[in-house]
């Protein structure tokens, strides 16, 4: 296995992906259908989708595939590429400008490299483990922001939050009050990866999906942050939780947080 030719694989994978996102970005009649009351999925992801898993079986036979739209599940064990073929699908079909392409490789449950791509500013943002982070090729950090009231912050909720009581709003409340602000982008990647190049000093949020995260949690680490799950647990892609910040801060943001 070739890190080096994998992580160019994955780069131009995502790009490719984000070429078809770009293309049809305010489009109308775009198709739209429902996965749940405001869970939606477009043509769109699932053109990614696509494109992303031929390319993995394409180059990469012998590799298992997780992609969250079910084109594949594989379990995971030897090699396997996590991908969210479009993360941000609700901004998506409203025009709002804010979403991604997630491709990771894990080897069984260790992340070897992340990339997330977001085509409308043409960010690609990379990490690989051991091997540090970057966007277009230039090196990113995490900030040195000490302090919650100092801390710009993102978070998001899950679908089902008029439904399920465990749908942080609580969570929100509290650290709202104790930072400088929060942000709700709509795109766990995107969140992730503006944590790691200095936009944000934390996120967190408590039902992803492993997709959500797989990328852009290496991408993080890669950048000097610190990654937990919201019990600062080592983070596990199958947790659904997930608590990122700044060395400093991460001990601050977790001590608001309840699961
Ligand atoms: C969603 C986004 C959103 C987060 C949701 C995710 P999707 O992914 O990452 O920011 O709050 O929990 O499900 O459905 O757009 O791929
Ligand atoms: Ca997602
Ligand atoms: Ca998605």
């Known amino acids: 296995m070739n ?7 994955a780069k131009e994978t995502a790009r490719g992906a984000g070429e078809i996102q770009k293309n049809h970005f305010e489009k109308k009649g775009l198709a739209v259908e429902h996965k749940g009351r405001i869970d939606l999925v477009t043509e769109v992801d ?5 494109l992303i898993t031929e390319a993995v079986r394409e180059n990469f036979p012998e590799h298992g595939i997780l992609a969250e739209e079910g084109a594949r599940r594989d379990s995971l064990k030897g ?3 996590i991908i969210d073929p479009l993360d941000g699908t609700v901004n998506y079909a409203h ?4 979403f991604a392409v997630s491709i990771a490789l894990y080897h069984k449950d260790e992340p070897i490299l992340g990339v997330v791509y977001d085509p409308l500013r043409d960010e690609l943002f990379a990490g690989v483990h051991g091997g540090g982070a970057d966007m277009n090729g230039a090196p990113i950090r995490v900030t040195g922001v000490e302090n ?3 801390a710009l912050i993102a978070t998001g909720f899950p679908y089902d ?10 969570n929100f409340n509290r650290v709202v009050l104790e930072c400088q602000a929060v942000r709700r982008p709509g795109s766990a990647a995107i969140d992730l990866c503006y944590l790691a190049c200095g ?7 408590q039902r992803l999906f492993p997709w959500d995260m797989a990328a852009a949690r290496i991408i993080v680490a890669e950048a000097g942050g610190k990654v937990t ?3 600062g647990n080592a983070l596990d892609i199958f947790g659904e939780t997930i608590c990122a910040a700044n060395q400093v801060l991460h001990p601050k943001l977790l001590a608001l947080l309840e699961d």
């Open 3 to 9: 890190i080096e030719e994998a992580l160019e694989f």
């Open 95 to 98: 025009g709002f400008p804010m």
């Open 148 to 150: 919650l009231e100092d």
């Open 199 to 205: 936009r944000f000093d934390a996120f967190w949020e």
């Open 161 to 170: 939050l008029k439904t399920n009581p465990r749908n942080n709003l609580a």
């Open 46 to 50: 699932i053109a990614c989708e696509e």
């Open 79 to 81: 090699y396997i590429w």
């Open 229 to 231: 799950d919201m019990k």
